[in-house]
């Protein structure tokens, strides 16, 4: 069984659903989220991409429901021991297996709640669910449960974010050492992919971000590649990986002469990240977080440049997105607190001089001020 916490951990995690579950008075919760199954039984796979379900009773019993392709999965890397396969075929209908489940579980006429705010469970089969469920029970939103407790990291969690955060310094080490005038993207991209795999993490939960010049004021993906330019700019956002937790990074590194409107965004997107830094405590909101880079943003006249998000909580993901639901965004009242692991960007591009600065760091939070989890402090950077 490739079980990467101890028994202990994961009794601990099912207790703390158990109080979040009465809290909420609910008899069951159906998990569609690949993050929360692996949170609470260690199952690990990208079959998420089909309909399955996790059946979490208030009593603690767990009952999966998946395909066959993933029933050996379940068993190799979870704890689960009740494994139910609804069956692939013409008209297949998931659903109607799964409330029959329900059924045998004696949960006929129960309050249950529901992840629906996931990329597990698509809209189609939402709504298949929505028709098998309607009349069964008493069907509630439970999107935001296990997130909420996932947002808190254990003592376990933070090691192995520690490692990621090391994995994502070794990428940027190996990414320093080929960026230069003429260098390819592509080599540069390998370089880091590799470092982490070597270190013995894994694939990230989207893709990394790399981009030179006009595309370096991208801050999404894209296919191509070009080589550096004697005076360039390459924008680059990656994580650390190691057992699915993320430590995520970005920078702009420079080849050549630096431009003045360079310099001046640099020190922009520097004093937006020590504001972060400073609001990045208990007692204050991801709200406040994000008026602090806005406040910093604005005394340099870059509104207009910056987004209107300035990080997020990063913890075990899965594709398409290492992004959790907690965002620094204007008036989230969601508070900071201790063991949180956060993800700071500052991101600044301004299209009118096709001018790209970005700055981002992963940081653990504490009773007092954040811990940045890199050992590369955020300078400007230029080869």
Same mark, same amino acid.
């Given at each position: 069984?490739?079980?990467?916490?101890?028994?202990? #951990?994961?009794?601990?995690?099912?207790? %703390?659903?158990?109080? +979040? =579950?009465?809290?909420?008075?609910?008899?069951?919760?159906?998990? $569609? +989220?690949? #993050?929360?199954?692996?949170?609470?039984? !260690?199952?690990?796979?990208?079959?998420?991409?089909?309909?399955?379900?996790?059946?979490?009773?208030?009593?603690?019993?767990?009952?999966?429901?998946?395909?066959?392709?993933?029933?050996?999965?379940?068993?190799?890397?979870?704890?689960?021991?009740?494994?139910?396969?609804?069956?692939? %075929?013409?008209?297949?209908?998931?659903?109607?297996?799964?409330?029959?489940?329900?059924?045998?579980?004696?949960?006929?006429?129960?309050?249950?709640?529901?992840?629906?705010?996931?990329?597990?469970?698509? +809209?189609?089969?939402?709504? @298949?669910?929505?028709?098998?469920?309607?009349?069964?029970?008493?069907?509630?939103?439970?999107?935001?449960?296990?997130?909420?407790?996932?947002?808190?990291?254990?003592?376990?969690?933070?090691?192995?974010?520690?490692?990621?955060?090391?994995?994502?310094?070794?990428?940027?080490?190996?990414?320093?050492?080929?960026?230069?005038?003429?260098?390819?993207?592509? @080599?540069?991209?390998?370089? =880091?992919?590799?470092?982490?795999?070597?270190?013995?993490?894994?694939?990230?939960?989207?893709?990394?971000?790399? !981009?030179?010049? #006009? *595309?370096?004021?991208?801050?999404?993906?894209?296919?191509? %590649?070009?080589?550096?330019?004697?005076?360039?700019?390459?924008?680059?956002?990656?994580?650390?990986?190691?057992?699915?937790?993320?430590?995520?990074?970005?920078?702009?590194?420079?080849?050549?002469?630096?431009?003045?409107?360079? @310099?001046?965004?640099?020190?922009?997107?520097?004093?937006?990240?020590?504001?972060?830094?400073?609001?990045?405590?208990?007692?204050?909101?991801?709200?406040?977080? $994000?008026?602090?880079?806005?406040?910093?943003?604005?005394?340099?006249?870059?509104?207009?440049?910056?987004?209107?998000?300035?990080?997020?909580?990063?913890?075990?993901?899965?594709?398409?997105?290492? =992004?959790?639901?907690?965002? $620094?965004?204007?008036?989230?009242?969601?508070?900071?607190?201790? *063991?949180?692991?956060?993800?700071?960007?500052?991101?600044?591009?301004?299209?009118?001089?096709?001018?790209?600065?970005?700055?981002? @760091?992963?940081?653990?939070?504490?009773?007092?001020?954040?811990?940045?989890?890199? %050992?590369?402090?955020?300078?400007?950077?230029?080869?």
């Amino acid at each position: 069984m490739a079980l990467h916490f101890d028994e202990a #951990e994961f009794a601990a995690r099912r207790d %703390r659903l158990a109080m +979040a =579950m009465a809290d909420s008075k609910l008899d069951a919760v159906l998990l $569609f +989220a690949q #993050e929360s199954m692996y949170w609470l039984t !260690g199952y690990d796979t990208f079959g998420f991409c089909f309909f399955q379900c996790l059946v979490v009773k208030a009593d603690g019993e767990m009952v999966l429901l998946t395909r066959s392709a993933d029933l050996r999965q379940a068993r190799q890397t979870s704890n689960v021991e009740k494994i139910v396969i609804w069956t692939d %075929r013409e008209g297949a209908n998931p659903a109607v297996n799964l409330r029959d489940l329900l059924n045998d579980l004696d949960l006929l006429g129960c309050r249950i709640g529901v992840e629906y705010d996931t990329h597990g469970l698509t +809209a189609h089969n939402g709504r @298949r669910l929505d028709e098998q469920l309607q009349t069964f029970g008493d069907i509630v939103d439970a999107s935001a449960l296990v997130p909420g407790l996932r947002l808190i990291k254990s003592p376990q969690e933070i090691e192995k974010t520690r490692k990621a955060a090391a994995l994502a310094d070794d990428a940027l080490d190996a990414a320093l050492k080929l960026i230069k005038r003429g260098a390819d993207e592509g @080599r540069i991209l390998a370089a =880091m992919q590799g470092a982490i795999f070597e270190g013995g993490g894994d694939y990230p939960a989207n893709e990394f971000i790399i !981009g030179s010049g #006009e *595309d370096a004021l991208l801050c999404r993906y894209k296919a191509g %590649r070009r080589k550096l330019a004697a005076n360039d700019q390459l924008t680059l956002e990656w994580a650390g990986v190691f057992h699915h937790y993320h430590a995520a990074m970005m920078e702009t590194v420079l080849t050549g002469k630096v431009s003045k409107r360079h @310099r001046e965004l640099f020190e922009a997107a520097q004093a937006a990240l020590a504001a972060v830094e400073k609001a990045m405590i208990p007692g204050n909101t991801f709200g406040d977080v $994000f008026d602090a880079h806005a406040r910093a943003m604005e005394a340099h006249g870059l509104t207009k440049h910056r987004l209107n998000a300035c990080g997020y909580s990063l913890g075990a993901r899965f594709t398409p997105s290492w =992004m959790e639901r907690q965002m $620094f965004y204007a008036g989230n009242p969601e508070p900071v607190a201790p *063991d949180q692991t956060l993800f700071a960007h500052m991101i600044i591009m301004d299209s009118d001089t096709g001018t790209a600065m970005c700055l981002g @760091r992963t940081y653990l939070t504490t009773a007092g001020a954040p811990e940045s989890l890199s %050992r590369h402090t955020p300078d400007l950077i230029v080869r």
